[in-house]
């Protein structure tokens, strides 16, 4: 997959969409930098990369005098796909940009799950969403372990193939984490189920 795609391949669509467009969302979703093989041979860094993209986008934006009326958000799905079981590989970052967008820095504990109210907050000036006590994680790709982590310190992460506990900081209880995943995978079966999916 990843010597077939250059992300930035797409980025003359992308701005001829928005340019052809009165209003209009783009999905992107990345892979450069997924495969470790992929980014020895071509000598270029993820960071180094999407800073090229990033800004091939803002300057084809400006160019088509629509850069004042954009707003860019780029999310990460986690860290190094190889720390399955450290903290820091779920903290991901949230980088929001636009005409209007205040300067700033939010270190409180959000989800993916809260990208919507995120984007309303900076376009239509609403509250943010109230910070997580506590979040479900699931990752990374190259391994099935899920998890919970309790700010501002606590976490367990467990090997979903062997129930082992990876790693675990604080006092949470392993087994509440499993039934409480196990809750949440077998509330999404049943929707699954349901729209006969």
Same mark, same amino acid.
């Given at each position: 997959?990843?010597? &077939? ?10 701005? =001829?969409?928005? &340019? ?12 450069? +930098? ?5 980014? $020895?041979?071509? +000598? ?6 999407? =800073? &090229? ?5 803002? /300057?084809?934006?400006?160019?088509? +005098? ?13 860290? /190094?796909? +190889?720390?399955?079981?450290?903290? &820091? ?6 980088? $929001? ?24 907050? %900076? ?35 467990? =090997?979903?193939?062997?129930?082992? $506990?990876? %790693? ?17 995978? /077998?509330? $999404?079966?049943?929707? /699954? ?5």
């Amino acid at each position: 997959m990843e010597s &077939a795609t250059e992300d930035r391949a797409a980025l003359p669509l992308i701005l =001829d969409h928005a &340019a052809s467009s009165q209003r209009s969302f783009v999905l992107a979703e990345l892979v450069y +930098g997924h495969t470790p093989e992929w980014r $020895v041979s071509t +000598g270029v860094t993820p960071l180094a990369y999407y =800073d &090229a993209y990033l800004n091939e986008l803002w /300057d084809g934006l400006a160019e088509s +005098g629509l850069a004042d009326n954009t707003l860019i958000i780029v999310v990460s799905d986690h860290g /190094d796909r +190889g720390a399955h079981a450290e903290r &820091a590989n779920y903290r991901v970052p949230l980088l $929001v940009v636009g005409t209007g967008v205040s300067p700033g820095e939010d270190v409180e504990a959000r989800s993916h799950l809260d990208l919507q109210a995120i984007v309303a907050h %900076d376009r239509l000036g609403t509250p943010l969403p109230a910070a997580r006590s506590r979040l479900t994680t699931v990752g990374s790709t190259e391994r099935w372990v899920y998890g919970e982590i309790v700010p501002p310190s606590q976490h367990v992460f467990i =090997d979903d193939g062997s129930g082992t $506990v990876l %790693d675990r900081v604080g006092t949470i209880d392993p087994a509440n984490v499993h039934r409480r995943f196990q809750e949440l995978v /077998d509330l $999404v079966d049943g929707i /699954d189920s349901q729209s006969g999916s």
